[in-house]
């Protein structure tokens, strides 16, 4: 699916994307990335209400901080596309428009895996899991060890310079059949 979302075969990735999210219905990522392609096909109203369910979905312990990250993209897509989709059954108190100059999503595609996000900024302050705030007002919201992302950094006012992204592949509990590891940067 992610191979035919990155060819722009949007109908056959969808269609993947949604058997996947039937048979891996306990895994909020099925239904975010489901959001994901249903935004690039332009289909807001059903993207937004999937990124919804991940917001309020009742997901196991590894998932835990997804949910933050769901919210900014389904309040993203609103600001972006509010005149197409309809949000009187959302709770009204979460939506609001979150407006960032910079904002680095990483995501991989095995599960029981375990990457972590790095992002220094120009005053060269690393923020990643284990410095979840910088000086300059980043935000590392979430770390994810046993699940597949996502990880991300956000940054509402940003300063001129250089920004170094990096990912570190910390280890992984997969069955070592199922092959290595894509990443996606965002």
């Known amino acids: 699916a992610y191979k035919l979302q990155n060819l722009k ?40 209400d999937l990124y919804y369910k991940v917001v309020f979905g009742k997901w196991d312990w590894r998932f835990s901080g997804i949910e933050m990250t769901a919210l900014t993209e389904l309040n993203a897509l609103i600001a972006k596309h509010y005149k197409e989709v309809i949000t009187e059954k ?31 900024d120009p005053k060269q302050e690393r923020c990643y899991y284990g410095r979840r705030q910088t000086k300059i007002g980043g935000l590392f919201p979430a770390d994810f060890t046993g699940g597949n992302g996502p990880e991300e950094f956000l940054l ?25 590891t894509t990443i996606f940067l965002d």
């Open 90 to 120: 959302y709770n009204s108190q979460l939506i609001y428009a979150m407006p960032l100059d910079l904002r680095v999503v990483l995501r991989w595609d095995l599960d029981n895996t375990d990457i972590d996000l790095w992002v220094t």
């Open 156 to 180: 509402k006012t940003a300063m001129k310079g250089k920004y170094i992204i990096e990912c570190n592949y910390f280890g992984s509990r997969a069955t070592k059949l199922t092959g290595g």
């Open 9 to 48: 075969k949007y109908e056959l990735a969808k269609q993947i994307f949604e058997y996947i999210a039937e048979i891996r219905a306990e895994e909020p990522q099925s239904f975010r990335d489901l959001a994901i392609i249903n935004e690039e096909m332009g289909n807001y109203q059903e993207a937004a």
